[in-house]
């Protein structure tokens, strides 16, 4: 009894001696036999990667692909942000990259623009998440004025969205829940500059939010990081405005290039390379502190250069460097909460009472 007695406590209070890390580095240099040197997305067991010598791969579960040799496709690219359909583009035989196609189950496939589309536009923005893809078609009307057209399809049910409120407008995104979310402004190429209204579509109904800022990042939980180039904002579905990071209303003191919103909440932003380009995040209310602080296993004295975030396991790939020394890969695996540990500490010595029971 003592024992178990002792084994509580000290599960209980790991977390409050060790409770600064939120994240644990390992090193991720190798995948299915393969060198990796950036991790460009990562969804599961889905990889798309680049190695040391530029060479570019596929792995969905135990399958590999080089990219660089699939027939009838130069450079070919993918963004693996879900589990089954994935958006691509490639080189034409001028050198021009083609936007507008999605790989399913090996196959790759252009998508064609709807008949009641203006002629001459191209597709622009193009992603996918979960099992829907889409981005915008470009055009320039009769009267010399550019526009777009936000779209997204399934390919999996085959259903098709056509969104059109303004001069740009653009699919960005969707959650696992299969909610759509559309991005809508009055700036055609909508840049991070722009004013981004959000157009969602969520079981079936349409509902509007925002309309000042641009969308970084969304999570599961259905929250939006929105703001500018130096200030951010966390919404909710409904519109209202949820705290986070010390002062999200007001300036950051410094200029933002990326924003990724974790499912828990916490926030990771990228500074501008005028600003020193250090990787944040902000932990709850407190504001935000450099990530690899709060990183476990980390070579001393380097930083991150690039990163993204598997939006499966939470996990985060990122390119990290010492000085002038190699480039290498690590993934960051989140540390369980302190109440995570203490449950399963009363859990495990619940078992071994029943054992002993028994």
């Given at each position: 009894m003592k024992c178990q007695a002792f084994f509580v406590l000290l599960c209980c209070q790991i977390p409050t001696v060790f409770a600064t890390p939120l994240y644990r580095a390992t090193l991720f240099d190798r995948h299915l036999g393969q060198p990796v040197q950036t991790v460009a997305y990562a969804n599961g067991s889905n990889f798309f990667f680049a190695t040391p010598t530029s060479q570019r791969f596929l792995a969905v579960g135990s399958k590999i692909t080089n990219l660089d040799t699939v027939p009838g496709y130069p450079r070919l690219s993918l963004v693996t942000q879900g589990q089954r359909v994935f958006a691509a583009d490639w080189d034409r035989p001028n050198g021009v990259r083609e936007i507008g196609g999605y790989y399913l189950d090996g196959k790759i496939t252009k998508v064609q623009p709807p008949a009641d589309y203006p002629v001459g536009g191209s597709w622009n923005g193009w992603t996918s998440y979960g099992d829907w893809v889409g981005g915008d078609h470009y055009y320039r009307a009769s009267g010399g004025a550019f526009g777009s057209i936000g779209f997204a399809m399934n390919p999996i049910t085959g259903e098709q969205v056509s969104i059109q409120l303004?001069?740009?407008?653009?699919?960005?995104?969707?959650?696992?829940?299969?909610?759509?979310?559309?991005?809508?402004?009055?700036?055609?190429?909508?840049?991070?500059?722009?004013?981004?209204?959000?157009?969602?579509?969520k079981d079936g109904q349409w509902?509007?939010?925002?309309?000042?800022?641009?969308?970084?990042?969304?999570?599961?939980?259905?929250?939006?990081?929105?703001?500018?180039?130096?200030?951010?904002?966390?919404?909710?579905?409904?519109?209202?405005?949820?705290?986070?990071?010390?002062?999200?209303?007001?300036?950051?003191?410094?200029?933002?290039?990326?924003?990724?919103?974790?499912?828990?909440?916490?926030?990771?932003?990228?500074?501008?390379?005028?600003?020193?380009?250090?990787?944040?995040?902000?932990?709850?209310?407190?504001?935000?502190?450099?990530?690899?602080?709060?990183?476990?296993?980390?070579?001393?004295?380097?930083?991150?250069?690039?990163?993204?975030?598997?939006?499966?396991?939470?996990?985060?790939?990122?390119?990290?460097?010492?000085?002038?020394?190699?480039?290498?890969?690590?993934r960051l695996d989140p540390v369980p909460e302190p109440g995570t540990l203490a449950a399963l500490g009363l859990g495990i010595a619940a078992m071994l009472r029943r054992r002993r029971k028994g």
């Open positions: 303004d001069y740009g407008n653009r699919f960005r995104g969707a959650t696992q829940k299969g909610t759509l979310i559309f991005g809508v402004s009055a700036d055609s190429a909508m840049t991070t500059d722009s004013g981004v209204g959000l157009l969602i579509r509902r509007g939010i925002g309309g000042d800022f641009w969308l970084w990042d969304f999570n599961e939980k259905e929250r939006f990081l929105y703001g500018d180039r130096d200030q951010l904002l966390l919404m909710n579905i409904d519109g209202s405005r949820v705290p986070f990071g010390g002062n999200p209303f007001g300036s950051l003191g410094f200029q933002i290039q990326s924003g990724h919103l974790m499912d828990n909440d916490n926030v990771i932003i990228r500074k501008s390379d005028l600003d020193g380009g250090e990787y944040l995040i902000s932990e709850g209310t407190a504001g935000f502190v450099p990530l690899n602080s709060r990183v476990s296993g980390l070579p001393t004295g380097g930083r991150f250069t690039s990163m993204t975030v598997d939006r499966v396991t939470q996990s985060i790939y990122g390119v990290y460097r010492v000085g002038n020394g190699p480039r290498q890969s690590f």
